[in-house]
Each structure stands twice: as C-alpha cells, then as structure tokens.
C-alpha cells in the first residue's frame, strides 16, 4: 500500500534540517533535532561516543522502532554532516520546485535529503495505520572525512542484515551495488641540502628524484578498473637551496583489491627506482581507506530494491559507484547494504540541487521497503 506522503511536512523538516550547521564533527545541533524527530515517531534513540573518539561534539545515533511485520529488521541510514561551505545555509525554493543554496555554501541535500525522506517514509507509514517490519536507523557523523563516525560504531547492536543507505546523487530508483577499495599514500623522498649556487654538486634534489618517480606513476585511467592520482606536492625550503625533501600524497581506487595492491607497489618501485638513481632515499607509508565490495543482483537487499521500486513505476537501476559511503563499514561489519539514490545533484558543490518530486520519491521508496515482507 502507499501511504499518503505530506509534501508540507517532508519539505519542512527538510528545510529544519538544512537550517542547522553541521559540518563534520559539528553535528550537535543535527543530532538533537534528530533525536527529537525520532522520539515523536515512537524510536528509542542511542547515541554512542564517537564524538568523545574523533573530537567531534557530537555521536552517531541509533534507533530503533518496533514493527507488525515479523522478520529481522531493515536498517536505514543517512549521515548527519555535510562538506564545507555547510555554515549558515540559507535554502531558496525556485518557481520550478527546485531547492539550491544561495550560492554562498553547499544546500546540505547530502545528507539532509536522506535523513528527511526517512523520516516522512516512516511517518507516512506509521500515520496510515499500515503494517510494517522492525526498524533500525543509523545516522553517523563524519562520513564525509573518510566514514570516520560508522568507522568507530559498535556493529553488535545491529540485528539487521540488511542496509538501505540513502546517500548517492541521481535519480530516485537507482541504487549502488559495487564500490572502489581505496588505498591512501604518502611518499616522502629524502635527499641533500646544499647551496644551489656554490656548491650544488653536494646536494641530493629531492624534488627532482620524486618528479622522476611521477613521470612514471600514470595519472588518471592505470587500467580498466584502477585509478592513480598523485594529489599533492611539496618540498624545498628556499630558492637558493637544493631541496632536502619532498612528500608527495595521493590515492589508488580500483574496483579490485588486488589490483589496487600492485599499483601500490608499482608506484612505490618508480619511487624506488628514481630514488635510487639520484642517490636518495625515500619512504612510503599507506592507509586502506576503503575495501571494495560487490552485493550480488540476486541479494535480498537488492530484490527488496527493485520490487519496491516497480511498485512506484522507479527504474530500479542497479550501478556502481566509485565513491565511499558508510555502506562500506556497513559491509565490513556483515551487514548487506546498497547505496541508494536519493535525489540530489551536484553534491559537494554550491550548486548542489534537489527537487521536491524527488523528495517525495525517496520517501515513497522508505514507506514501500518497510511494508516489504
Ligand atoms: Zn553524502
């Protein structure tokens, strides 16, 4: 059955929630609001200390509300933080239904929309009188600095096996099922100081030895399914002086793990190699940031998905993302997850959009998967 959705009331704890700053390890006043909205739709409510952990104000919260439908619960999620410029969004509705920002931050539909569409999807629901499963929500802080909230939450507490995060641009009806491992590095190469103007034959450039390495490191497309970047560079001290030092930051993604490992190591032997050339020395230290997962087509979560999407007439698309999301601790800690579109656009940007058609549609896709036996 479809609930009746209240397009008054889905836009106006839309606006409420873009109205609060919160920036990443600022969601104090995010999480209060929330609180309060999930106490009024019947939850109990957990807040955990990830703030206290990441020297945040504030912690993820869970929740949890019974059902009339028997079977494991459904956990949904949306994250409380937004990139910055998130401080004192002021949200313009156009003629055309479309809210943007003012220009001067980002709107905050990542992740306002998410956390709106679940709450007027489960309202919706719970105001028809309809019957629906056990409901679990978790709303991390700090997804945007590398999923750093889900990263410190204690996964005991969770009894679902399935995850709905609405969190991905695009259309309503589209849903992720594949994402990138990432592995972060920085290399630091080490060479000699002299001056460059008496004596430069006595010093090591380190700049020069590390250009070397990166003229063979491929920037871009590695191969069909990796990706290199070198992001940043520094090194020296002063024009007159041949540069003792240089680090060099980047990342690889591939949607293979291994492959990910052996651009790793190819890049570490361009470093070797140049350092090696140039009578330097270098070191190399990494961090798996995210581990890849595939959710096979023929997963519940993903049957769930599509079922709940057909009955809306929504496409149903299943793709890949080459982003991380908190799906990914979701995966790590057992848990079948998929990432699902939740109607905004140009995230990350101050011209990031969404529509209240889409609104709606998010929360219609919320109402239909917690009727779903
Ligand atoms: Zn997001």
Not at 10 to 38: P, W
Not at 91 to 100: A, K, M, S, V
Not at 225 to 243: D, F, L, Q, S, Y
Not at 257 to 267: P, R, S, V
Request: aromatic content about 6%.
């Amino acid at each position: 059955m479809i609930p009746t959705i209240s397009q008054e009331r889905l836009t106006q704890v839309f606006l409420e929630l873009i109205a609060v700053s919160s920036e990443s390890l600022d969601e104090r006043k995010a999480a209060d609001l929330l609180t309060q909205k999930l106490h009024e739709l019947g939850f109990s409510v957990v807040e955990d200390k990830a703030g206290e952990k990441l020297g945040g104000n504030a912690g993820n919260l869970y929740g949890f509300l019974k059902g009339t439908i028997p079977g494991e619960p459904l956990l949904f999620s949306a994250h409380m933080d937004t990139v910055k410029p998130g401080r004192n969004k002021k949200p313009i509705l156009h003629e055309d239904g479309i809210f943007t920002s003012d220009g001067t931050t980002v709107l905050g539909a990542d992740d306002a929309a998410g956390l709106a569409e679940i709450l007027e999807g489960i309202r919706s629901v719970r105001e028809s009188g309809l019957p629906h499963r056990d409901i679990e929500i978790l709303f991390p802080v700090a997804e945007e600095i590398y999923i750093q909230g889900s990263g410190v939450f204690d996964f005991s507490r969770i009894r679902a096996k399935e995850a709905y995060v609405l969190d991905m641009s695009g259309e309503v009806g589209s849903a992720a099922v594949r994402a990138p491992s990432l592995i972060s590095f920085r290399v630091t190469v080490n060479g000699r100081a002299s001056h460059a103007g008496f004596a430069p034959e006595k010093g090591v450039h380190a700049i020069a030895a590390a250009a070397e390495a990166i003229v063979h490191i491929p920037q871009g497309q590695a191969d069909e399914e990796t990706t290199c970047n070198i992001g940043t560079i520094t090194g020296g001290t002063a024009k007159n002086i041949v540069p003792e030092q240089c680090v060099c930051i980047g990342e690889v993604r591939s949607f293979s793990h291994e492959k990910a490992l052996q651009w790793i190591e190819i890049i570490n032997r361009a470093f070797a190699d140049a350092a090696e050339r140039f009578g330097a020395s270098f070191e190399m230290e990494t961090q798996e940031v995210l581990r890849t997962y595939r959710v096979p087509d023929n997963a519940p979560v993903v049957s769930r998905f599509q079922r709940a999407c057909a009955a809306l007439g929504l496409s149903g698309t299943l793709r890949s993302t080459f982003g991380g999301s908190d799906n990914h601790n979701y995966l790590n800690a057992g848990i079948s997850g998929i990432v699902i579109s939740c109607g905004m656009q140009c995230v990350h940007s101050t011209e990031e959009n969404i529509s209240i058609p889409e609104l709606m549609n998010g929360a219609a896709l919320v109402a239909q998967l917690i009727q779903d036996e």
